[in-house]
């Protein structure tokens, strides 16, 4: 049985040595167009900084390892043009010496991954991308020129998406001025707002510009011009808005392809052909909230699934489950993550939602060194089920994102997060971790025990006259409100109760005294909705 | 309606403040033995050793704060001496004065906590402990007396439990000198003596003498006795031994009582008599493993069980679920975390099980500063449940074990890990997380694709004639072996099969190219099994 991969990262190596594990007598050939495998792409920004110092510290395996270790016939520099599904072969050239061959196939697997989308623009040739170790070298290469010939170091990232703000954050630590341009109004799409301007000020704090709402029309020699007329000093301009799925040779082989160019599998990644597999950033997923065709470009599920169509191709029967896309970025000292669906996401998909901010510390504030994050839950108003979370801080966020993704994929609801026994001791975490937490509120929510309003929704309800009651103390108040607010700390609130209107709104700073006051005002026979998540998500958003 | 509480740390103020949420009229009282309540009781050994520099951080909630925002009737310096469950009242004596009188319920909750075990032995009064505040500035009196008639600092700590090593490293941070004593033959007993070895040579890297396997028999003015006969400098000594339920009220009211002392509970937390609840460490739980009675000293259980005795009172139908015991504690920049069974405990339990130690690193090897750690899943072998994992390591073990305990309350099974999505960016985990890996090995052992050997089958095997062989470097090789293994790097083994017996054992560092080449040794015929952990586990152990 001889098994041909089209890739040599990620997916496509993943296939290529669990093969070989399962199948001591395979023939398997791995065909990468570029001249390395196995290299860490999600490394690559990090070494444009020079946080990684080494090169080699990203070349995890070479094709002469692979092959003494593995067994695999890794070819590097072949580029697989076409595929002939009737004779099971594919059309290979060297591209060194741009010589052609048919290599047969009992299986395929293509691990095609996704290239980096740039804009026709005028000028565009000279924007660089960062997806393989080629384009890595060419970025150094290209600051280092700027750099030793004293000129300016000016440097427009196009995208505010995750490879975006890594290579924003790498460049500034080089040294470079740095200006993001996003087209959305927000930086990383796959936080809400009030979220993702957390990240956005950490990245003005360090020095970035972020221009949002606004794209590039074109470049010239030294510059950029945006849509809003204005131009940009641009030494260099990276291209890192997005990418699109290399199907190309999928399509032309005449297997199914979504509508946006991913390659259509089932569970057990196979194409609509039964001899051909498909993996990794080219392939429609399964989306877990909605089990609807999705695209994602994260490194677990392609290892995941490259490991999977080996077991398939073994005989091992094996089904890839929907995903939930978690996912996390490091900006300047930040973790940003999330997993599942965001609220903006639910609410365009007219789903019936509950919101939970919470302002947690990632241990116990009595122990030193305790870092405040901002964590967020949605979840089906119906269902109580956990539809997504995300989290903004600089420490202890991948945890609770971990945990709530491990949740959401043992279908514990939201409630039950209420009843996880997390590790505690006060270095590492609370005795009621922010996870439990936020399944606390989720069960008060549930059943109807207190009622929340959202930052977005708080504007309109106190143009209508509905009191709004800052329970914080003075000193708070004093510091900055929201406007329209009166003063009654919630431990005078019991004593003033004739002050407070049968229907209001209560806050304070993160959203529990504010909790505490909306249920004492219940208790006193009065409606109190709680501003979720205090003024502190207010005011961010 | 009327509740009164009896203790006012953890689970009793947990009940206390969220009554008051959810019934605003209700009346509140707590009676608090000591002179405090809502301390940052897993605080204590911290403030000790001057981590946690200002008592006041300590005392998180005041009887004055209480009864401003939640209206409670806290009354320290109480304590309740008898229950009269027929006419619904408890005696209690207000200690300053001696003054005794009756206090009426309608619910009364008992929440006594557990007291440090001290063993009867000669000169056993001077031993300290450290439970509450008032043996916090007893132990901080003492330390401090010592070191400014600038004596001898030498410290004997009990028990090499959770406390016992949190004091002894805050006592070196204090700068003292510190033996731990432990009657076991290994510290940290919810972990497997492989693990806490790890432990354990922490302690004595940081100066810790570490003796197991004694007791004290006896303490002089400034020293103390061991049963093997050694006498001990001992400045202090302080008794971390265990706890036991201080369940005494309970017993004399004629409530039902474990045999090991543990107020017997429904998943309600209701005792024998339906008007008195119980929560904490003083009642018995349910283990979640096999649903026996069960102890447990943790916060996180005390906490929710307090939450949940208010919402049972006010009407609202709630289980308490079968505990995990996830703990964690740091010692000397080391996490130690566990959740679930251990393998001794599985053992014991006559349990048939697969077990698996990995030593990943805390996130991608290719960026700067990752960090390794051991970890260890206990499998169920019949129906690829988890039992229990272990966790040791400079960084990263409280998300593991977060997610695994995660995991097990949402019933996945040992291979489901392969499929959890955790997020990955290189400086937070990796592609593959190790959670994955402990995923992918498991289900590479419930499917009969590997075979593994525990490193305390090992010598027995070997002693039998089974061939070992050493698939590492021969630089590895050279710098450390297993007595009687020959090194065949696994890169070479496919040339060099014929010199592989048709049953062996192989190994490498940690377990995973000894899987590759079992693997391939399996491909060409020949059983091989895996050494699991690799010789990383073996010398440790």
């Known amino acids: 049985m001889k098994t041909v991969i089209v890739g040599g990262v990620a997916g496509g190596m993943s296939a290529a040595t669990r093969l070989r594990r399962l199948d001591e007598s395979a023939e398997?050939?791995?065909?990468?167009?570029?001249?390395?495998?196995?290299?860490?792409?999600?490394?690559?920004?990090?070494?444009?900084?020079?946080?990684?110092?080494?090169?080699d510290a990203l070349l995890l395996q070479t094709p002469a390892s692979l092959g003494a270790r593995f067994g695999l016939d890794v070819r590097v520099g072949h580029e697989v043009l076409s595929i002939d599904r009737a004779a099971k072969t594919?059309?290979?050239r060297e591209l060194a010496s741009g010589t052609e061959s048919d290599e047969a196939y009992d299986n395929l697997i293509l691990s095609p991954g996704a290239s980096p989308f740039?804009?026709?623009?005028?000028?565009?040739?000279?924007?660089?991308?960062?997806?393989?170790?080629?384009?890595?070298?060419a970025m150094s290469d290209?600051?280092?020129?700027?750099?030793?010939?004293?000129?300016?170091?000016?440097?427009?990232?196009?995208?505010?998406?995750?490879?975006?703000?890594?290579?924003?954050?790498?460049?500034?630590?080089?040294?470079?001025?740095?200006?993001?341009?996003?087209?959305?109004?927000?930086?990383?799409?796959?936080?809400?707002?009030?979220?993702s301007a957390l990240v956005q000020a950490r990245l003005e704090a360090n020095g970035v510009r972020v221009l949002l709402g606004q794209s590039a029309t074109a470049l010239g020699a030294s510059d950029l011009t945006l849509t809003s007329g204005?131009?940009?000093?641009?030494?260099?301009?990276?291209?890192?808005?997005?990418?699109?799925?290399?199907?190309?040779?999928?399509?032309?082989?005449?297997?199914?392809?979504?509508?946006?160019?991913?390659?259509?599998?089932?569970?057990?990644?196979?194409?609509?052909?039964?001899?051909?597999?498909?993996?990794?950033?080219?392939?429609?997923?399964?989306?877990?909230?909605?089990?609807?065709?999705?695209a994602n470009w994260l490194a677990n599920p392609a290892n995941r699934q490259g490991r999977l169509v080996a077991d398939v191709i073994a005989g091992r029967a094996q089904a890839f489950p929907p995903v939930l896309n978690t996912a996390i970025v490091g900006v300047f000292g930040l973790q940003a993550a999330a997993t599942g669906w965001s609220e903006k996401r639910a609410r365009a998909a007219g789903r019936a939602i509950r919101v939970i901010h919470t302002h947690p510390a990632d241990h116990a504030g009595y122990y030193p060194g305790a870092k405040g994050m901002s964590l967020k839950l949605v979840v089906d108003a119906a269902t109580d089920a956990i539809l997504g979370a995300q989290g903004v801080g600089e420490s202890g966020v991948d945890k609770r994102i971990d945990v709530i993704a491990t949740a959401m994929r043992g279908d514990l609801t939201a409630s039950d997060l209420v009843d996880l026994e997390l590790s505690y001791a006060p270095q590492f975490g609370s005795a009621k971790d922010p996870v439990n937490m936020l399944g606390m509120i989720a069960e008060n929510l549930r059943d109807g025990l207190t009622e929340t309003i959202q930052w977005h929704e708080l504007e309109a309800e106190v143009a209508r006259g509905v009191q709004l009651i800052d329970v914080r103390t003075p000193g708070e108040f004093a510091r900055g409100a929201i406007p329209g607010a009166i003063n009654i700390p919630v431990d005078d609130l019991r004593g003033r109760l004739d002050e407070v209107d049968a229907d209001s709104i209560v806050h304070c700073q993160v959203g529990l005294r504010g909790y505490i006051a909306a249920r004492l005002l219940a208790g006193h026979g009065k409606r109190a909705r709680n501003l979720d998540g205090g003024y502190r998500t207010w005011a961010r958003a």
């Open 28 to 55: 398997i050939v791995v065909f990468e167009r570029s001249g390395y495998v196995s290299f860490a792409n999600c490394g690559l920004p990090y070494y444009i900084g020079g946080v990684i110092e080494e090169r």
């Open 90 to 92: 594919v059309r290979v």
């Open 118 to 137: 740039v804009p026709d623009l005028p000028g565009i040739s000279r924007a660089l991308t960062l997806r393989n170790i080629e384009d890595t070298d």
């Open 142 to 195: 290209a600051l280092a020129a700027a750099e030793a010939s004293g000129g300016p170091t000016s440097a427009v990232v196009l995208g505010a998406g995750f490879i975006g703000l890594e290579v924003a954050e790498n460049l500034v630590h080089r040294g470079w001025d740095v200006t993001v341009v996003e087209l959305a109004d927000q930086v990383l799409a796959p936080l809400d707002p009030e979220m």
């Open 230 to 294: 204005e131009t940009l000093p641009a030494t260099i301009v990276v291209a890192a808005i997005g990418v699109r799925p290399e199907s190309q040779l999928a399509k032309d082989a005449g297997l199914a392809v979504s509508d946006r160019g991913g390659i259509i599998v089932d569970a057990s990644q196979r194409t609509s052909d039964p001899s051909v597999f498909a993996v990794g950033d080219a392939v429609v997923k399964v989306d877990a909230v909605d089990d609807a065709p999705t």
